[in-house]
């Protein structure tokens, strides 16, 4: 009976290593970009970091329960409460390549852009309308091109609390 339990741990390790090694990078990007912290040099975005192997170990704790769903939706759903959570410990950025956003702007913007999630998932994900994602989407757009002002800060940040 040990055996087959030890057996099935290590398979379990190895499989999240495999999913790990494939998938952290970009996680780890998107959680920078969700962060607002600078890229360079290395190590420079440490909230990220954090927040990422939270949301790893998080993934890991739910492997065997996953049956069928994808690691990578999970993990980036998870990074996605992490921030939504964080945010409201009023976190400023600084000064990384998406800190004119609010933090709305900035999830909305990395899970549409960059993370390309459809309009109707994101605003799933998010408690928010679709047509509330498009616009938060367009408004980050125009303020990323210097069409538009970056939006004030001030309050809450506009993020729903039930993010889950």
């Given at each position: 009976?040990?055996?087959?339990?030890s057996?099935?741990?290590?398979?379990?390790?190895?499989?999240?290593?495999?999913?790990?090694a494939?998938?952290?990078?970009?996680?780890?990007?998107?959680?920078?970009?969700?962060?607002?912290?600078?890229?360079?040099p290395?190590?420079?975005?440490?909230?990220?970091?954090?927040?990422?192997?939270?949301?790893l170990?998080?993934?890991?704790?739910?492997?065997?329960?996953?049956?069928?769903?994808?690691?990578?939706?999970?993990?980036?759903?998870?990074?996605?409460?992490?921030?939504?959570?964080?945010v409201?410990?009023?976190?400023?950025?600084?000064?990384?390549?998406?800190?004119p956003?609010?933090?709305?702007?900035?999830?909305?913007?990395?899970?549409?852009?960059?993370?390309?999630?459809?309009?109707?998932?994101?605003?799933?994900?998010?408690?928010?309308?679709?047509?509330?994602?498009?616009a938060?989407?367009?408004?980050?757009?125009?303020?990323?091109?210097?069409?538009?002002?970056?939006?004030?800060?001030?309050?809450?940040?506009?993020?729903s609390?039930?993010?889950?």
């Open positions: 009976m040990r055996e087959r339990q057996g099935r741990e290590r398979r379990r390790a190895q499989e999240f290593e495999i999913f790990v494939g998938a952290a990078g970009r996680l780890l990007h998107t959680a920078t970009l969700l962060t607002a912290e600078p890229m360079r290395p190590g420079a975005n440490p909230r990220a970091q954090r927040m990422l192997s939270a949301a170990a998080t993934t890991y704790a739910q492997w065997e329960r996953l049956r069928g769903e994808d690691p990578y939706d999970r993990t980036r759903r998870e990074l996605a409460v992490r921030f939504a959570h964080e409201w410990r009023r976190h400023r950025p600084r000064g990384g390549l998406l800190a956003l609010t933090p709305q702007e900035r999830l909305v913007l990395v899970l549409r852009l960059y993370e390309g999630v459809g309009e109707e998932q994101a605003a799933a994900l998010l408690g928010l309308t679709v047509e509330r994602v498009r938060v989407c367009n408004r980050s757009v125009a303020t990323m091109r210097g069409t538009r002002r970056p939006t004030a800060r001030r309050g809450t940040p506009g993020l609390r039930d993010v889950r």
